[in-house]
């Protein structure tokens, strides 16, 4: 146990669980892709600049979907270069298609994500596709990024219940897994992209990922916190053994394509909970805050973080009594 410093929880482990969590970061592309009004190129890479300087070491950066589809990240060809300066930074991208690592890689991006769904409703909505006809075009694109020497994502959307169509069963769920796995992904996101999991459904779901030779190693968490589950999920993901957890700085985001989906587990929640553990991540929850403060002014309104409302109260409270 340690004495807390302000604005940061007491220190009290608990075991079995990991030592370090890495945080991928994915403020600026699920977080920003729904916002209506245009984010200016320069803010975002303001924004990814201060995620980086706040100890943040994967960031994904942007998306090379059809501009059409994702108007709010047109900009990708612009913001990609002015990256350049982030050594050590690793900064995915997401790519749905052939056209879209063509992209990326005429950019020099090194890691890039595919991103299937779980259910047909959904993979249609997303990418006009049914799931088989989405992993169809994704085994080339795995196959060329890995001859590249790429790291490959692959994200599963809609693993735990899907707006048209309910609880999504567990075996459609691995099912899906196991094809982006044996595709050659490096790694597997699982996303509750309208926040309906809860930890248990969860930690089923990681049993039978394990069950079906899926490792813990490779798995990664994303969970939407549209019913206030996400951090229970996390730390129920976390006593299973996962390690890589996705947040968005100041719990921006959504998914333009399932109108149920908010925002993702805000980073500042997840540093919170995962100082108080004593679980190492690198980041300064201060310098987090102030740039998710920083955003929410540019987008016009608070950040939903009770975090980063908290911090925000607390260091007008400091304001206040210094004067
Ligand atoms: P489509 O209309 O079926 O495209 O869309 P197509 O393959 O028929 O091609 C039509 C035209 O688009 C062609 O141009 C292509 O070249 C062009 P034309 O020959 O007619 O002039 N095109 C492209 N242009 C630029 N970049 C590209 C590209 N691909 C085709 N990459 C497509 C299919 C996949 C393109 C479309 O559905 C799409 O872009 N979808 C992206 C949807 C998206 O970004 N969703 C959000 C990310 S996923 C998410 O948020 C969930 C996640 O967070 C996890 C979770 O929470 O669950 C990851
Ligand atoms: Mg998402």
């Known amino acids: 146990m340690s004495t807390p410093e302000l604005g940061l929880p007491m220190v009290v482990p608990a075991a079995g669980l990991p030592a370090r969590v890495r945080i991928h970061e994915v403020g600026a592309r699920d977080g920003l892709q729904n916002e209506k009004a245009t984010v200016p190129t320069e803010i975002k ?10 100890g943040l070491t994967t960031i994904e950066a942007t998306s090379f979907v059809h501009p059409k589809w994702v108007p709010q990240l047109a900009d990708a060809e612009q913001l990609f270069p002015m990256l350049g300066d982030l050594d050590g930074v690793r900064l995915p991208v997401l790519v749905p298609n052939g056209r879209g690592l063509d992209r990326a890689l005429a950019l020099g991006a090194r890691r890039v994500a595919v991103f299937a769904s779980a259910t047909e409703s959904f993979a249609k909505a997303n990418l006009n596709r049914t799931v088989d006809e ?5 085994d080339p694109v795995v196959a060329r990024a890995k001859a ?15 707006p048209w169509e309910g609880p999504v069963p567990i075996h459609q769920v691995v099912r899906v897994s196991k094809a982006l796995m044996d595709m050659g992904c490096d790694e ?4 509750d992209t309208i926040g309906v999991a809860t930890p248990a459904h969860v930690q089923d779901l990681l049993a039978e990922l394990n069950e079906e030779g899926v490792p813990t190693s490779a ?9 206030g589950q996400a951090l229970a999920n996390t730390l129920a993901a ?11 700085a100041g719990g921006l985001g959504g998914c333009p394509f399932a109108r149920s989906a908010t925002g993702n587990l805000a980073t500042e929640d997840l540093v919170w909970m995962l100082r108080g553990l004593g679980i190492e991540t690198g980041v300064d929850l201060g310098l987090l805050t102030a740039t998710s403060a920083w955003m929410a002014t540019r987008l016009g309104r608070p950040s939903p973080s009770r975090t980063v409302r908290a911090l925000s109260h607390e260091d007008r409270a400091q304001d206040q009594q210094e004067q």
């Open 45 to 54: 890479a303001e924004f990814i600049h201060r995620l980086a300087a706040a």
């Open 134 to 138: 989405a992993l169809a075009v994704f």
């Open 148 to 162: 590249d020497r790429m790291h490959v994502r692959g994200y599963l959307s809609m693993c735990f219940g899907d």
């Open 188 to 191: 597997l996101s699982l996303g």
């Open 219 to 227: 798995i990664g968490v994303h969970f939407h916190d549209t019913y």
């Open 238 to 248: 976390l006593q299973h053994g996962v390690s890589t957890v996705d947040a968005s």
